[in-house]
Structure formats: C-alpha cells, structure tokens
C-alpha cells in the first residue's frame, strides 16, 4: 500500500519569503510523485511530477521538489512567494503505469501575508 | 479540447433520493477516475476506469456505482444518497503513454445530502 503524509496542515509565510511545503511518502515499489494545486472553489492543477528522471523537478509558477529516495520525501520549494501563492497544496503518489490511481495526503493551505 | 467537464456544479439532495453525476473528456484518454475530497481528508478514490467496459473500485466506493460504456464519459451513480456522501467529487482522466502521467482534473460537483 502507498500513503503520503503532508506536515504541517497550515502554513503561513510573507510574501518574499521561501516557501516550503513537506511531503513524505510510503511505497513499496518506486512511485511517481506530483504536487498539485488547488485554488478556492476550483479543481486542481498540476505543479509538477517526478517520474524517475531527474531528481529536481521544475514545475510552474517557479515551484521545484527534490525526490530524496534515502528520506522518502519529496518536498515542494519556491525561493520567494507571491500573494497569488496562497492555496491549497496536495502532495500525491502512485505506483508507475497506475496513474490513474493516485494516492493524496490531506494538504497544506499556504497563506501568504503581505 | 474543453478537457474534463463535470455536471452539475452543485446539486442538493435528500436523504435516499437518487442522482447521477456526469463526467466527459475530450482528450481521448484511457484512463478516468472519480474522487470525493472532504475537509481534512485530501482526495480518495471512488471507482476508476482504465477503458471503456472496464471499472474497478478504489478506497472508498460503498454506496457509489461507475459504468463506462465509452471513451468519452464516465458517470458516477449514487443509488440511495446518505449524508455521509456530502462531499465536492472530482472526476479526471489520464493517458496510458509513458512521459503522460499526468492526471487532468475537472472542476467538481459539490453535492449537499439533507
């Protein structure tokens, strides 16, 4: 079985400042992992994914996460971040060739003060 | 494309009362999935599908049942609503293709079960 775990259900930061959002996640065979985001009152989109090729993933709106295999974890960075930040984030997994079964953890609101 | 739509955005039900909720992609993906996210709980999966003719159950899929006769659409049917079924569902579709992993969400249908 794969499950995520997302620390920290809130997270607020200024604008300008880093953001960090963690993921750690549990499988038992190599996984891709996507961040996704959701606005208020919207569905989600996709921010990025690792598939197995680099270990730096560049996603959208200036977003990155490193898959670290040693940690488990696959945590969503942004250098400095904007009001138009502020969202709901979802960290999710799935086995490979079974992307149409993604495992999410319960998500990390983002505020972003000015 | 309009990628994934979903109908209707919003329904209120009561308790026993029957629905169904619509989901159309216009991509030519293989692969739907129908989720149900609550407050604190992320997104778990109800039923997917990996072709036309073909479904099989996620996490969660008690009191909901998925046909899909088509590419196309992939309806999500509640036979006997209960209020355990308040939720937003989210309905998405992907392609088998390596380097397309990608699961495309539609906007959502909260539902409201008196």
């Known amino acids: 079985a794969q499950s995520v775990t997302q620390l920290g259900s809130h997270v607020s930061v200024s604008e300008g400042a880093l953001v960090l959002l963690r993921c750690n996640y549990s499988?038992?065979?190599?996984?891709?992992l996507f961040w996704y985001v959701q606005y208020p009152n919207q569905g989600l989109q996709l921010l990025l994914k690792?598939?197995?090729?680099?270990?730096l993933v560049k996603g959208i709106n200036g977003f990155e996460a490193e898959f670290k295999k040693s940690e488990t974890s696959f945590h969503l960075t942004k250098p400095s971040a904007h009001m138009s930040d502020a969202a709901e984030y979802f960290c999710?997994?799935?086995?490979?060739?079974?992307?149409?079964?993604?495992?999410f953890g319960k998500g990390t609101l983002l505020t972003v003060n000015p | 494309n309009a990628g994934v739509t979903q109908t209707p955005k919003f329904q209120v039900l009561k308790t026993g009362q029957s629905m169904t909720l619509q989901c159309a992609q216009d991509?030519?993906?293989?692969?739907m999935s129908w989720y149900r996210q609550d407050p604190g709980m992320g997104l778990r999966l109800i039923h997917y599908?990996?072709?036309?003719?073909?479904?099989d159950q996620g996490e969660v899929p008690n009191g909901y049942n998925v046909s899909r006769s088509t590419t196309e659409d992939f309806p999500l049917r509640l036979l006997s609503a209960a209020p355990s079924q308040t939720s937003v569902y989210f309905c998405?579709?992907?392609?088998?293709?390596?380097?397309?992993?990608?699961?495309?969400f539609g906007p959502g249908t909260r539902l409201l079960v008196l």
């Open positions: 998405a579709s992907s392609m088998t293709h390596s380097g397309q992993e990608t699961q495309y």
């Open positions: 499988s038992s065979v190599p996984p891709y």
């Open positions: 690792y598939t197995s090729a680099a270990t």
């Open positions: 999710a997994v799935s086995k490979r060739g079974s992307n149409y079964k993604l495992t």
């Open positions: 991509m030519n993906h293989e692969y």
């Open positions: 599908s990996v072709g036309a003719g073909i479904t």
